[in-house]
């Protein structure tokens, strides 16, 4: 929310994610035009699914990226980033917790805090599945697939990205 009203406009297109923007809409005077594309992993998500998990254990804490539908949402414990899942459980210390986002980002997580039984969601991302070392390696020692970037496009892209790590660092003080 800190990059969109940093930005000197009234009206801004929000992207990437849809249902991450559903909740910034009450929180900004700005018009925000909204990208009606989805994670394809988060939005597999149901609140079906978390009466499901409910029943099976119950007392689980249920943790829920901004990027799940708003009916899962409603039915989460908590929502925030992969960090804030991270600090939460820090925080929380629950037996059991269900991280609903992708397996490998629950798995990473678990790795953490092994006194806490982590419940797996059943959900891969197949493109964060491609990024692994054997494939890093091919494209270093190859050099192919490499991505040609217009130098003033690049430019005004560090700009921005300079700009949210700049906002990042001021929340932080």
């Known amino acids: 929310m800190q990059v969109v009203e940093s930005l000197d406009a009234d009206r801004i297109i929000f992207l990437p994610d849809e249902f ?8 900004t005077k700005k018009e925000l035009i909204l990208w009606k594309g989805h994670c394809e992993v988060h939005e597999k998500f149901t609140a079906g699914d978390l009466q499901s998990y409910r029943d099976q254990f119950p007392g689980i804490v249920i943790l829920a990226h901004p990027e799940c539908p708003p009916d899962v949402l409603a039915e989460s414990n908590f929502i925030g980033s992969t960090a804030a899942m991270i600090q939460e459980v820090a925080n929380r210390k629950p037996q059991q917790v269900l991280l609903l986002t992708e397996r490998s980002m629950s798995d990473n997580v678990a790795a953490e805090f092994p006194e806490i039984q982590f419940i797996r969601p059943l959900h891969d991302c197949p493109h964060m599945k491609r990024i692994n070392l054997p494939n890093i390696l091919d494209c270093l020692q190859s050099m192919k697939y490499a991505v040609e970037v217009n130098p003033q496009v ?18 932080k003080r």
Do not use: S
Not at 161 to 171: I, S
């Open 20 to 27: 991450l923007a559903v909740m910034w809409p009450a929180r």
């Open 154 to 171: 690049a430019e005004r892209a560090r700009m921005a990205v300079q700009r949210m790590l700049e906002l990042g660092t001021q929340k």
